[in-house]
């Protein structure tokens, strides 16, 4: 019960002390005080008064449990530093104004009874932007070879057209009643393939479209109401999930070594930036959690030199020949240099000892077993596939 009144107390007061932070942590142009607006995140809070913006559990001091379940930020509260005391100190205060002690006092006594307030969960400041994964947390990204077959599929479509999109009525075999009259249309992509141990880790579940059933039947006729590519003949539906997607996770380091590999971009792009999806190399098993933050290496031997040096890149000699291209330093020459004269080749035994070089930070928002999605928060460089993510 004790524990209980003083959790209560804690909760209600609405000045709180967020973090003693040193030196090293804080920002050179931290604000003295900032006010909390509709459309802030957790991490952009954060880079207002943090070098580091993923290391928002140290300025909350949070445990595992507080971390899933993390205390909420609404606009119109302020985030104050205070440089008065040997060490800044962040405070959180509620409401946007400060309290006196009696005041607190008064409402630390005076817990029941009485009619409480609180704000609505929605409004609450999300973790990051919600547009930005929203539509990646309800739908199966990851499947296995076979996940998809059972699944209804188009049989046919209007005017037997080759391709169909919003607007377009599509017939359905195996559509029953009790699975509703939502769905969302997927086609099975590209293996995701782990590039250090060439393991299968799943199947990308390419997101196509929803649907709407018009009339069940035999072969249901059903209504494309959104698509986001064409959709054809044997892709599959799924019903629509129902579940809210939850943003009260908290970014963090992860709680173990973890390095992987980007086996894929949102898109099936060689390349994307910040605010891009992109496919991990570990998973749930690996220890990796929603709100883990990694960060991005350039891998100059894979990414680089060692892609150019194979046959995939280019060939030398008879068109049959596979041989690899040899792959030559780039080299600056001088105004009296040789016109003709040639570089240095780099052998892939000399790439492989080249140092990775850290260029942003990702951070995951929804894990399967063997792999997961994250969303890149920053980066200096375009992000490649076989790029590497380690702990930050």
Do not use: C
């Not at 942590?25 to 993923?54: C, H, Q």
């Not at 509620?94 to 607190?104: F, L």
């Not at 920053?378 to 590497?388: E, G, K, L, M, Y």
Request: proline letters at 8%; glycine letters at 8%; a neutral charge.
């Amino acid at each position: 019960m004790r524990n209980t009144i003083i959790s209560l107390i804690l909760l209600l007061t609405p000045a709180l002390q967020v973090y003693a932070a040193d030196a090293g942590a804080l920002k050179d142009d931290a604000p003295d005080r900032y006010t909390v607006v509709p459309g802030d995140t957790l991490w952009s809070i954060s880079g207002r008064f943090l070098k580091d913006p993923w290391k928002w559990p140290e300025v909350w001091k949070l445990n595992q449990e507080q971390i899933r379940n993390p205390h909420r930020i609404y606009p119109g509260d302020v985030v104050v530093l205070d440089r008065s005391g040997r060490e800044a100190q962040l405070r959180l205060i509620q409401g946007g104004q400060v309290p006196d002690a009696a005041a607190a006092a008064s409402s630390a006594i005076k817990l029941s009874p009485r009619t409480r307030v609180e704000p609505l969960k929605d409004s609450a400041i999300p973790a990051i932007p919600p547009s930005a994964i929203e539509p990646f947390l309800s739908r199966p990204l990851v499947v296995g070879e076979d996940e998809l077959d059972g699944l209804p599929f188009i049989l046919a479509t209007e005017e037997n057209r080759v391709a169909i999109g919003a607007g377009s009525v599509a017939y359905v075999e195996k559509l029953t009643k009790e699975m509703g009259n939502t769905f969302q249309v997927f086609r099975r992509g590209d293996a995701l393939i782990d590039p250090e141990t060439n393991d299968v880790l799943g199947y990308q579940a390419t997101y196509l479209g929803e649907a709407r059933v018009v009339r069940f039947g035999e072969q249901s006729t059903v209504e494309i109401t959104k698509s986001q590519q064409e959709i054809y003949v044997g892709d599959r539906l799924l019903p629509s999930s129902k579940a809210q997607p939850t943003f009260s996770y908290v970014p963090r380091a992860p709680g173990k070594p973890v390095r992987g590999r980007i086996v894929s971009t949102y898109g099936n792009l060689g390349e994307t930036g910040p605010a891009g999806i992109v496919a991990l190399s570990k998973g749930a098993k690996d220890g990796l959690e929603v709100g883990h933050v990694l960060a991005i290496l350039r891998s100059q031997s894979t990414a680089r030199y060692e892609t150019r040096m194979s046959p995939l890149y280019g060939v030398q000699g008879p068109a049959l020949n596979s041989s690899p291209r040899t792959y030559y330093a780039e080299q600056l020459n001088t105004r009296d240099s040789s016109l003709y004269e040639g570089g240095m080749p780099i052998r892939p035994e000399d790439a492989a000892k080249l140092p990775d070089e850290r260029y942003g930070l990702v951070m995951v928002f929804r894990t399967f077993d063997r792999a997961a999605f994250g969303l890149v928060m920053q980066a200096s460089r375009p992000v490649a596939i076989n790029d590497v993510v380690i702990n930050p």
